[in-house]
């Protein structure tokens, strides 16, 4: 499912890092820092999809050149603890085409660039061959002064200040959501992607009246893997699928976020069953049916997901043998006996019966304190639940997010995380 992340951190000389390293790894060229004396030769790197700059209309000429411009943008800053650089880190959704990917990538950049005045270099990479296939990313690596005219001006106080660098941080972080919901709405796809921490997100589904979905948020963010457990992690699945066997984690920090992946994967499968089993009720009610017919429809429905497609003649058995049908009984039809379709009316009538019977007997006994309610209460009372009512009362193991949301001076030398 699509998933979010953007995260921003700064290039600075004080953690020995260069503008014209960071923009020569992340396009795969060569560029000469003049600066340095050093070149930085990247051109056997592959992955890389695409790259493009964006710059002010009013920007000399010289800013499409990628080794000019850089060198420019070092030769601006005269500090040995200089921040030559910001990188946007942002996670692509894999459900749009490539082209889609690449069109709110550009627009994301462009923003930027209206917004600061700054000068934007792009790249867009594919997944790593021996990672997950669908971490489509792109690295947007932007100056941190003005570009004008006569070059770069001014610095971009207005994200280095603590007062106001986080709200414009969140705003943008607010407008790549938008950006991918879109295109993920173009595409046909359901699912959406949202920006806001896990709390905000559960304080809204709380509001709406969504108890399902709260109950899924109420978790803590998932641990961070780390880029040497990252790895490893990424060597141990190739390994696994190479040998068909299933994926086991070989760190501490691999396993929890392992157990915590699943245990929300989980989650959202009984939610997604609990929820399909409430509409197809609802809409076998609408129809005409009656409760216990509409009860079997849902029950056909939830289980369906993931028996294929005979499950329903294993749910026809398993109500037989419920309803006290034998084997001899559902061979009737190869004796020629009853019809395919007339066991299946005679455990839909048994099962009707027992129920009738049930609420007979409790009528006619009546009901003391603390006694037990009648199988018909308990299948209405879980039938005819609304969706404020349903509860999943098995918590999944908590787990936590992969990226922080703010992931502002974070020291590295390569890429990592996304990047490859």
């Not at 917004?115 to 932007?142: C, F, K, S, W």
């Not at 003005?146 to 660098?165: C, I, M, N, Q, Y």
């Not at 190869?334 to 007979?360: F, V």
């Amino acid at each position: 499912m699509a998933s979010y992340h953007l995260s921003v951190k700064t290039i600075k000389r004080s953690a020995g890092r260069s503008a014209t390293a960071a923009a020569a790894y992340r396009v795969g060229e060569r560029i000469e820092c003049q600066r340095e004396g050093r070149v930085h030769d990247y051109t056997r790197k592959q992955g890389i999809e695409e790259t493009f700059i964006l710059a002010p209309k009013d920007a000399p000429d010289w800013a499409q050149d990628r080794s000019r411009l850089w060198n420019e943008v070092e030769a601006s800053e005269t500090r040995r603890n200089s921040v030559t650089a910001r990188e946007w880190e942002l996670a692509l959704p894999s459900e749009i085409s490539a082209e889609a990917r690449s069109q709110i990538t550009r627009d994301f950049a462009q923003e930027l660039v209206s917004r600061y005045g700054v000068a934007v270099d792009v790249a867009i990479h594919a997944p790593h061959r021996e990672g997950d296939q669908r971490n489509h990313h792109a690295h947007v690596l932007t100056s941190t002064r003005k570009l004008e005219p006569d070059g770069f001006t001014a610095k971009t106080r207005v994200l280095d200040s603590a007062k106001t660098g986080s709200v414009e941080i969140e705003q943008m972080r607010g407008l790549w959501a938008e950006l991918q919901n879109r295109a993920l709405e173009r595409a046909g796809e359901v699912e959406r992607v949202d920006h806001r921490s896990l709390e905000a997100q559960r304080e809204a589904a709380l509001e709406r009246g969504d108890q399902l979905s709260a109950e899924e948020l109420d978790r803590d963010p998932e641990l961070k893997l780390g880029p040497a457990a990252n790895s490893m992690e990424r060597r141990a699945k190739v390994m696994a699928e190479r040998q068909g066997r299933e994926y086991v984690p070989v760190t501490e920090r691999g396993a929890v976020v392992h157990a915590a992946r699943q245990a929300r994967m989980a989650f959202r499968e009984m939610r997604e069953r609990v929820e399909l089993a409430r509409d197809t009720y609802g809409a076998e009610r609408e129809a005409g049916q009656g409760r216990v017919s509409a009860g079997l429809a849902a029950l056909r429905a939830a289980t369906s997901r993931e028996r294929g497609p005979h499950a329903s003649d294993d749910i026809r058995e398993r109500l037989a043998q419920i309803t006290g049908r034998d084997g001899a009984d559902r061979d009737a039809p190869e004796r020629g006996g009853q019809s395919e379709e007339e066991p299946r009316r005679s455990a839909q009538e048994r099962l009707r019966e027992a129920l009738d019977k049930d609420r007979g007997a409790s009528q006619d006994a009546g009901k003391e304190e603390g006694e037990k309610p009648s199988i018909r209460e308990r299948l209405d009372d879980v039938l005819n639940k609304s969706r404020e009512r349903l509860e999943i009362k098995d918590e999944p193991e908590k787990d936590r997010e992969v990226e922080s949301e703010k992931e502002i001076d974070r020291e590295v030398d390569r890429d990592r995380g996304l990047s490859h």
